[in-house]
């Protein structure tokens, strides 16, 4: 069983469009979280959520939306994609005092 | 202030030398600790973590690394490096709820 798995996997889209990325953890933990990774490997946190109440909101564009319908389940959506968007989305969940874990990855390339 | 400084983005070995991978943190309170490993094309993986037991930690794949408190350092090593070692390694520095990751550090094995 995938511990935390998301999809879809690769995305690739036309610039203006809307998409969205799924996320689901079933390993228990209370806190989710939205990672985004450059072409540059930098991984910058997005958003976190501690059971469905949005805790860390980095500075990130309004298009980015993200929603926790349970614990278990944090979804990304992204309105009117822009060229700089295109990056690997990491989802990942932990407990309070444990360690990151992280699923696979989305690729979103815009063009 | 939390922050990790990963020191070298680009580190090479020659096949079966000694790895060693460097990582600085600064932290207002005592840290949990953590290196991952990301292969291409995949999620990071967790390598060791500290949480405040032994501060020499083991982890998987012959890896460990070393607390120590009055240098702000949690260097990773492995004696004898293996091709398949070739990957990027992130430090990361978990305060509360909020993990800071440094930049990564490209590992290339030279056979």
């Known amino acids: 069983d995938t511990a935390v798995s998301q999809t879809p996997k690769y995305l690739v889209t036309q610039m203006g469009n809307d998409k969205s990325i799924k996320c689901e953890q079933n390993?228990?933990?209370?806190?989710m979280y939205w990672y985004k990774q450059d072409s540059k490997k930098f991984l910058k946190i997005m958003f976190s959520?501690?059971?469905?109440?949005?805790?860390i909101n980095e500075t990130v564009p309004n298009r980015f939306s993200p929603k926790s319908p349970d614990k278990a389940h944090l979804n990304l959506h992204i309105n009117s994609l822009e060229l700089g968007d295109s990056a690997v989305y990491f989802c990942?969940?932990?407990?309070?005092?444990?360690?990151?874990?992280f699923g696979e990855g989305s690729r979103l390339t815009v063009l | 202030a939390q922050s990790v400084t990963q020191l070298g983005s680009h580190v090479s070995v020659s096949e079966g030398a000694l790895v060693l991978l460097r990582c600085n943190y600064s932290?207002?309170?005592?840290?949990?600790l953590f290196w991952y490993v990301q292969y291409p094309n995949q999620g990071l993986q967790l390598l060791l973590k500290?949480?405040?037991?032994?501060?020499l930690v083991k982890g998987i794949n012959g890896f460990e690394a070393e607390f120590k408190k009055s240098e702000t350092s949690f260097h990773l090593t492995k004696p004898s490096a293996h091709m398949s070692d070739a990957a990027e390694y992130f430090c990361?520095?978990?305060?509360?709820?909020?993990?800071?990751f440094g930049t990564g550090t490209s590992l290339t094995v030279i056979p």
């Open positions: 990942a969940s932990s407990e309070y005092t444990g360690e990151l874990f």
């Open positions: 390993l228990g933990h209370d806190t």
């Open positions: 959520y501690n059971n469905k109440e949005l805790i």
């Open positions: 932290s207002s309170v005592p840290p949990y």
């Open positions: 500290y949480t405040s037991a032994a501060t």
């Open positions: 990361a520095v978990r305060v509360n709820n909020q993990f800071y």
